[in-house]
């Protein structure tokens, strides 16, 4: 059973950084792609960064809203993905989602641009919040 519990969501102020972790457990070799996503209220969910767990940065994708301030990272041993948030800014506020892109055989299939990727993923965590004030 493929599980992803996540942590680090806090307040802030506007400025200040963060880091969010997601804990994947239950994937194996067919996990294919992992992201972030988020969602303020009264708006759309929003893609915020994609990446390969065996890739390298190279394999990064990040939303325009976000470039050049968040990084995401994997460690392989962990199992836990990270979503470091930097200069953060009040429209950063949200609830921030980790998922997970299982499909057997198809390598890459969730990576790319967040915001046309994301109906790709199937396997969603249950969402931290992030409340950055100015």
């Known amino acids: 059973q493929v599980r992803l519990m996540q942590s680090g969501g806090d307040s802030v102020q506007a400025g200040g950084s963060l880091r969010l972790s997601c804990v994947a457990s239950?994937?194996?070799?067919?996990?294919?792609?992992m992201g972030w996503f988020r969602q303020a209220p009264g708006k759309p969910r929003e893609g915020v960064a994609t990446?390969?767990?065996?890739?390298?940065?190279?394999?990064?994708y990040y939303g325009d809203s976000v470039k050049g301030r968040f990084t995401v990272s994997y460690d392989t041993a962990k199992t836990t993905s990270y979503l470091q948030m930097n200069s953060l800014r009040p429209e950063d506020t949200a609830m921030y989602y980790c998922?997970?892109?299982?499909?057997?055989?198809?390598?890459?299939?969730?990576?790319?641009?967040?915001?046309?990727?994301?109906?790709?993923?199937?396997?969603w965590g249950e969402g931290t919040q992030v409340t950055v004030s100015s």
């Open positions: 998922a997970a892109a299982i499909y057997s055989g198809q390598y890459d299939r969730g990576c790319g641009r967040p915001d046309l990727v994301e109906h790709d993923y199937n396997y």
């Open positions: 239950g994937i194996g070799s067919s996990t294919n792609c």
């Open positions: 990446f390969h767990p065996n890739g390298g940065t190279a394999h990064h």
